[in-house]
């Protein structure tokens, strides 16, 4: 049976009550009397208990009302650990004079203050030595780009103060947020693990850093064979490179049945542009309300071999905050994807 919360009146109404009924002589509702002030306090104070249990405990028993520390208290109780923040890591160039030393741990510092250090001994050979280096700290905010100078922390003689990132090797990624943990956990609770049989490779790739959609296609190249397709959202680009395919398959090879063969799809971004010829009203405000809601609409029901409709497009403008009329002429026609390809909204033209 549900519990009603009784109002604030109802509660002070019970406190006077009761003072009348086990207080011979009082009257609970003289105002100013001693009772009357009681029943007041008391019953603000059980109104705010109350109040407690519907706006707080009440959500802890639900995993998706829950909040994060409950929240992963529940998923922990389902199998489905929180997927730790991962660090960045890459290769940095220094420059200077052959045969100086660089030492491990050398520290190095981005223009925004965060900080990297070598992960190996170095010896300037040719005017220059690539080097492996890690962000301090994990996270996507260290994540950097091919180019990005990076400047020593501690001046090191025969060694120019800046060198340049050559490349990531391994992303960094945030400690895995409430929203991305409740999908894996109504998926274990929807449907759970059998063994590698339906919809387990995909909660398999779901449990990797980083890995924020998946998908999987049984019996693509033949019997005994499984497919796994899957992006990175907040990434640029959103699919995946060689090494994280191959962590995500080193990780399913764990689980998998040794019977099954697995195969990673190599995705492949598809911009799909918008062009809108009319938009009522054509206001900034409008325009960006449009797309908030288009972004939000490929990232939720973009697949590999998907299919995005005209209408579900039109309809999804039509939500816009604020749009009252729209004519569109880019798409034509229905979107659709291969199975190696995963549809990113394009630049959206309004008129």
Not at 75 to 83: F, L, P
Request: charged share 20%.
């Amino acid at each position: 049976m549900a519990l009603d919360r009784p109002t604030l009146k109802a509660l002070i109404e019970r406190v006077k009550n009761d003072f009348e009924a086990e207080l011979a002589g009082s009257d609970a509702h003289l105002r100013r009397s001693i009772e009357y002030v009681l029943a007041r306090v008391l019953g603000g104070l059980a109104h705010g208990m109350y109040g407690y249990l519907y706006g707080y405990i009440l959500r802890q028993i639900f995993p998706d009302t829950a909040d994060e520390d409950h929240f992963w208290r529940w998923a922990a109780i389902w199998g489905v650990m929180r997927k730790a923040a991962v660090y960045w890591k890459g290769t940095y160039r220094f420059t200077g004079v052959d045969t100086t030393e660089i030492d491990a741990g050398t520290e190095l510092q981005r223009s925004d203050g965060l900080t990297y250090t070598t992960d190996a001994i170095a010896y300037i050979s040719g005017a220059y030595v690539d080097v492996a280096i890690t962000a301090t700290s994990p996270g996507a905010d260290w994540n950097c780009d091919d180019g990005q100078t990076l400047a020593l922390v501690s001046p090191i003689p025969g060694i120019d103060g800046d060198g340049i990132v050559q490349e990531t090797t391994q992303t960094g990624t945030d400690l895995e947020t409430k929203n991305d943990g409740l999908v894996r956990l109504l998926l274990q609770i929807s449907e759970p693990p059998s063994g590698g049989g339906p919809g387990d490779y995909e909660r398999w790739a779901l449990e990797v850093a980083g890995v924020t959609r998946a998908w999987e296609f049984p019996r693509q190249s033949g019997p005994g064979t499984v497919s796994i397709a899957f992006v990175r959202d907040g990434e640029t680009p959103i699919v995946p490179d060689l090494a994280e395919r191959n962590a995500v398959l080193d990780y399913i090879e764990l689980y998998r049945p040794v019977t099954a063969e697995v195969n990673i799809i190599e995705l492949t971004e598809v911009a799909q542009p918008i062009t809108l010829t009319t938009l009522t009203p054509n206001t900034a405000a409008v325009r960006a309300a449009v797309t908030a809601v288009l972004e939000d609409l490929f990232s939720r029901e973009s697949t590999p071999l998907g299919t995005i409709t005209l209408s579900r497009i039109n309809e999804t403008i039509s939500l816009a905050a604020g749009e009252e009329d729209h004519v569109m002429s880019v798409p034509a026609a229905n979107v659709t994807a291969t199975i190696s390809q995963i549809v990113i909204l394009g630049a959206i033209t309004f008129p």
